[in-house]
C-alpha cells in the first residue's frame, strides 16, 4: 500500500497542472489547481480546475461540452506541479483548438481548431 504525496500548495494555495493526452501525448493546456479542485478531480474523475481571473473553482467543460476525464494525475518530484492525463472531449482551448499550444512563437498556426467559440460560449 502507498501513501498519498502531499503536495505542496505553496504561498498562494495553488499549483500548476499540465494537461495531457493520455493517449497521444499531445500537451493540452496548462492551468492552475487549487487543494479543492485536486479533491474533486480525484472524486468526479473529471478535470477540476481553479481560476485566478474568476477567483472560483471550475469544471473543465463544464460550460462548452469540452470535459476532460482524467485517467492518472502525477505529480512532479517536487511535488510542486501536477500531470492531468486526460482523455480530452473536443477542444481543450477557449479559442476553438484542440491544444492551447497551437501557435509558435513566431506567429505560425500549428495546431487544430477543432471548433467555433462563438457557437460554444
Same mark, same amino acid.
Given at each position: 500500500?502507498?501513501?498519498? !504525496?502531499? !503536495?505542496?500548495?505553496?504561498?498562494?494555495?495553488? !499549483?500548476?497542472?499540465?494537461?495531457?493526452?493520455?493517449?497521444?501525448?499531445?500537451?493540452?493546456?496548462?492551468?492552475?489547481?487549487?487543494?479543492?479542485?485536486?479533491?474533486?478531480?480525484?472524486?468526479? $474523475?473529471?478535470?477540476?480546475?481553479?481560476?485566478?481571473?474568476?477567483?472560483?473553482?471550475?469544471?473543465?467543460?463544464?460550460?462548452?461540452?469540452?470535459?476532460?476525464?482524467?485517467?492518472?494525475?502525477?505529480?512532479?518530484?517536487?511535488?510542486?506541479?501536477?500531470?492531468?492525463?486526460?482523455?480530452?472531449? $473536443?477542444?481543450?482551448?477557449?479559442?476553438?483548438?484542440?491544444?492551447?499550444?497551437?501557435?509558435?512563437?513566431?506567429?505560425?498556426?500549428? $495546431?487544430?481548431?477543432?471548433?467555433?467559440?462563438?457557437?460554444?460560449?
Amino acid at each position: 500500500m502507498t501513501d498519498d !504525496v502531499e !503536495v505542496d500548495f505553496g504561498a498562494d494555495g495553488l !499549483v500548476p497542472a499540465v494537461a495531457q493526452d493520455a493517449d497521444s501525448g499531445e500537451v493540452l493546456m496548462l492551468a492552475y489547481v487549487s487543494p479543492e479542485a485536486l479533491e474533486q478531480t480525484r472524486e468526479t $474523475g473529471r478535470a477540476h480546475y481553479y481560476s485566478r481571473s474568476r477567483d472560483e473553482l471550475w469544471e473543465k467543460g463544464a460550460t462548452s461540452g469540452h470535459t476532460q476525464s482524467v485517467e492518472e494525475v502525477r505529480v512532479d518530484c517536487d511535488a510542486d506541479t501536477l500531470l492531468y492525463l486526460v482523455d480530452q472531449t $473536443g477542444g481543450a482551448c477557449h479559442t476553438g483548438h484542440r491544444s492551447c499550444f497551437y501557435r509558435t512563437v513566431d506567429g505560425e498556426e500549428v $495546431g487544430e481548431r477543432v471548433f467555433d467559440p462563438d457557437d460554444v460560449y
